[in-house]
């Protein structure tokens, strides 16, 4: 009996495990910086630490490949304001063999097409600084989340609407063609 109990108490926990790693894996794509990272680069790269000192949090943060190689560094963070329609690029390049030069790298404008897709993506970086302990400061950072999670829904639903938009007028030209959609 001790040992079915032990077999299906770590069967559970493996289930839980695999579970809660899946919804991470789902939660974080692949090159967004969470919080932690964020935090991480902050320290490594005055720039980028200063631009955020001065113009606040990205709703994205990403950390891209650079294929330029020497002098910089083999990643670049690049910092996405939606809502400002920019995209900001950090680097650091090697002098005499350490990473000691920071710079802001390039400075662009975001497209509508480029917002929307991020739009999904965006978090809020400055929720990570805010103090666990204080339940006022838990209870503000609840609400942004549910903002957040709101804000993601309605771009989610936009999508959703205009990709109905393109189907509906699809059939409709073909309807006006003479043509019959296939069916699979």
């Known amino acids: 009996m001790g040992k079915t109990m032990l077999g299906l108490a770590t069967a559970g926990v493996l289930v839980l495990y695999s579970l809660a790693s899946e919804s991470l894996a789902q939660d974080h794509p ?30 994205v943060a990403e950390r891209q490949t650079l294929p330029d190689g020497e002098p910089w560094d083999d990643y670049q963070i690049t910092l996405y304001y939606l809502e400002a329609r920019r995209r900001f690029a950090f680097a650091r ?76 007028a699809l059939v409709e030209r073909m309807a006006r063609s003479g043509r019959r959609p296939r069916r699979h």
């Open 30 to 59: 692949s090159g967004v910086l969470t919080a932690a990272e964020l935090r991480d680069e902050m320290r490594r790269n005055t720039q980028l630490a200063a631009h955020i000192a001065s113009q606040g949090y990205p709703e």
């Open 93 to 168: 390049a090697f002098l005499l063999g350490e990473p000691s030069v920071h710079l802001q790298k390039s400075e662009q404008p975001l497209g509508d097409e480029e917002v929307a897709a991020l739009r999904p993506l965006a978090r809020r970086y400055e929720l990570a600084s805010l103090s666990s302990r204080d339940p006022v400061a838990r209870a503000e950072a609840a609400a942004l989340r549910a903002e957040a999670a709101a804000t993601r829904v309605d771009a989610a639903a936009v999508a959703a609407e205009q990709a109905a938009d393109r189907a509906d």
